[in-house]
């Protein structure tokens, strides 16, 4: 069952450190890393292309923009789209996107950043569910960056975040010792529109680049 946490400043966290039975969640890593095309994708900043030190898949039927790059549309295998409607269900809201991060091993992360595109609406719901490795999912607050929190998400775990999570937040997921095992996380977003959708009546200016592009 989804556990609420309140991070305050407007921001909650649901959490199931179990939402998926040990051994079902094994059999959906084996599915979920058979049927996916993952790439080595790029973060582009102002000064330099570097790449997502992990490997990418993804899917949906709009474009993703992130981190300088963007994601073309692509359809949904089968076994992703199974898991779609369970993942909507337990969470209460729905997804037309997803991104499959696979950390290869400890060395593979995720830095600092804030998933607050425009196109992802004031305050997103953001769903993901943990296979494989246990790894530490950290939440940096934006403007007192001593204010910090840390989340353990073992296999089969969901975790959704929203309210202000987004906008008052950033998260990363750490480097970790090389022979932590493999694990892929699985993503699901709402995206109302292309890269360089606004709200109606939205500031026209984009986030601050620096909060949407991962820190190195
Ligand atoms: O791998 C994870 O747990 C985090 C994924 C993430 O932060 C993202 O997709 O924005």
Partial sequence: MLREIDLKAGTWLRYDPCWLPAEEATALLAALLAETAFEERPVVTSEAVILQPRRVGWAGELPYHYSGQTLPPRGVGPVL???????????????????????????????????????????????????????????????????KRTLRLPHGSLLVMGGACQHKWRHAVPRAPVEVGERLNVTFRWLHGPPGWRAPGARTEAPPPGEQTEEP
Wanted: zero cysteines; aromatic letters at 6%.
């Fill in 81 to 147: 789209a199974a898991l779609w409607p369970r993942i909507e269900e337990a969470v209460g809201a729905r997804f037309n996107h997803a991104v499959l991060n696979r950390y290869r091993d400890g060395r593979d992360h995720m830095g600092l950043h804030a998933d607050n595109e425009p196109e992802l609406g004031r305050e997103p719901v953001i769903a993901a569910l943990s296979l494989g490795a246990t790894r530490e999912f950290r939440l940096e607050l934006k403007h007192r960056r001593a204010i």
